[in-house]
């Protein structure tokens, strides 16, 4: 999967050896391989839990990324944005 990092305030990725800033493309690739969601299926005569990946919008990836101002200012207030969440290199 690789790692990532916070390098000088940028999100990068240590992945195969290589040390990538991280772009749009590359969160929604590394998004929709490593996280999914728990869905309930009723198949009539039981229940399963399935997993499907999450698709993030363009929005969800910006936000994750950048953010506006105001989306910083209250992502930091609560520590929710992910460059704050992972190792400085």
């Known amino acids: 999967m690789g790692q990532l990092f916070n390098r000088g305030g940028r999100l990068f990725w240590l992945h195969e050896g ?5 772009t749009q493309d590359m969160l929604r690739e590394i998004i929709t391989k490593h996280i999914v969601t728990a869905q ?16 993030p919008s363009e929005k969800i990836l910006r936000a994750l990324l950048t953010g506006t ?21």
């Open 18 to 22: 290589k040390l990538d800033e991280v």
């Open 40 to 55: 309930l299926m009723d198949h009539g005569t039981h229940w399963t839990c399935e997993y499907a990946p999450v698709k």
């Open 69 to 89: 101002e105001r989306l910083l200012a209250v992502q930091r207030a609560r520590g929710s944005n992910l460059l704050g969440r992972v190792p400085r290199a």
